[in-house]
């Protein structure tokens, strides 16, 4: 492949993002998943995936992968992949600490000729101007000259069993025009949707972070519908429906936005936006809407209950779901903890169950215990926040404490005649 005769890959961080890519190219060549949680990194050695993304016979078929929790196995790569988390902060700003750190450890086993790809979604600018600086530093190497980086943004739907990886386009950047080129060959080789080579590592970027701003500001436009259309009595997803009968009409549906990138990317746009003088409207307004969402969904349930004559602090209410999305474990950023908090602070006491979530890690990230079993129980309010699979064949009514008993559909899943509030 030109740049190096024999290609060794390194890739550092084995999430959702990571492990697919070390998975991938471990079929191909020789690889090191390393990641700093050792119980993560024995479960793989085990074949077990707790994302639920990658089966034991897919981790088995990469002969060439060895996972590792020791950094100085990486040394002998000449490719290393960085797919760490990028974060937000208390204050919604860029936290950066987990990219900056991976980038010290990479700097420190940087050889001549190496080169270091980057994955994690950051704002236009990040690679070159925040972690480079780091690799140079840490490896006394000059850019561009003694080691080189590319930019390929993840595109990992978590949860989605047919849009995997390889099956995703890929778009792929570097540093210099040979370095773009190895960078797209290398993705070139195991994405079977193809690559398209971005023209520099800044629009790589770019191109990631407006993926998600785009999205979300679809989504808080019709969350905003949802807000608007309660004051007037009209059902949101019928309104919806009639104008989904426009072919042009984009069938986009309200609900809580989490998540490692909608919930999270456009803060990276905005924050770059702001350090250059301009202060975007339309994204950050986007975001306002989308965040209060969960307190509305709280307040709106909370109404319904003191209407219908019952005690708050008597109350009990049963929250369906804690992942930020159905079907699928995972539980960062999720907007569904609002909800609970806000519940929390009535209160009113609340039940969690979600039968894909992982309870130590909710209580270790949220401090909430989930339920083991909602069978024989009843609440006098339910809150359908997440459409797991499971949820679509239970007996709502059965659940409810009497006729006194609001049923909140966040999703819109049920039959309209089942629920008293839908978003």
């Known amino acids: 492949m030109s740049r190096s005769e024999a290609i060794s890959i390194g890739v550092i961080g084995l999430g959702y993002v990571g492990l697919p890519l070390a998975v991938e190219f471990g079929k191909k060549y020789p690889v090191f998943g390393f990641d700093v949680n050792k119980e993560r990194i024995r479960q793989l050695v085990e074949g077990h995936d707790a994302t639920l993304e990658i089966a034991k016979e897919q981790i088995c078929s990469a002969k060439h992968l060895t996972f590792t929790h020791d950094i100085e196995l990486l040394r002998s790569c000449t490719v290393y992949i960085i797919t760490v988390p990028t974060p937000i902060d208390s204050f919604k700003k860029p936290d950066l600490s987990f990219l900056l750190k991976a980038s010290t450890a990479v700097g420190k086993l940087l050889k001549k000729g190496d080169t270091v790809i980057y994955e994690s979604t950051v704002y236009p600018g990040c690679t070159e101007e925040d972690c480079v600086p780091v690799l140079e530093k840490c490896s006394k190497l000059t850019y561009n000259q003694d080691f080189f980086c590319g930019y390929s943004p993840e595109r990992i739907n978590p949860g989605d069993k047919e849009r995997t990886l390889t099956r995703i386009l890929k778009i792929t950047s570097g540093s210099t025009d040979d370095t773009a080129d190895f960078v797209d060959r290398l993705y070139g080789s195991i994405i079977e949707a193809g690559t398209y080579r971005a023209q520099s590592i800044k629009v790589a970027e770019a191109a990631k972070a407006i993926e998600n701003a785009q999205r979300d500001i679809n989504i808080s436009f019709v969350n905003e519908l949802a807000l608007m259309f309660d004051r007037m009595g009209i059902d949101t997803n019928d309104v919806l429906d009639a104008a989904g009968t426009k072919w042009n009409f984009l069938k986009f549906k309200p609900g809580l936005v989490g998540g490692h990138c909608i919930g999270v990317d456009p803060y990276y746009l905005v924050h770059k936006a702001q350090s250059l003088g301009y202060y975007p409207q339309v994204i950050a307004s986007g975001r306002l809407v ?134």
């Open 290 to 423: 989308n965040d209060g969402m969960g307190m509305f969904v709280a307040k709106k349930i909370l109404k319904r209950l003191i209407a219908n004559g019952l005690q708050i602090q008597s109350s009990r209410v049963l929250i369906l779901g804690i992942t930020f999305k159905e079907n699928c474990p995972d539980t960062r950023n999720t907007k569904v903890v609002d909800i609970y908090h806000e519940l929390i602070d009535f209160g009113i006491g609340v039940d969690v169950y979600d039968p894909w979530a992982s309870p130590q890690d909710v209580q270790e990230e949220y401090g909430i215990e989930l339920a083991d079993t909602i069978a024989g129980k009843q609440y006098d309010g339910i809150i359908l926040a997440v459409a797991h699979r499971q949820f679509f064949e239970l007996d709502i009514n059965g659940l409810k404490r009497d006729a006194k008993s609001i049923v909140f559909d966040v999703k819109s899943i049920f039959d309209k005649k089942l629920v008293d509030i839908r978003l």
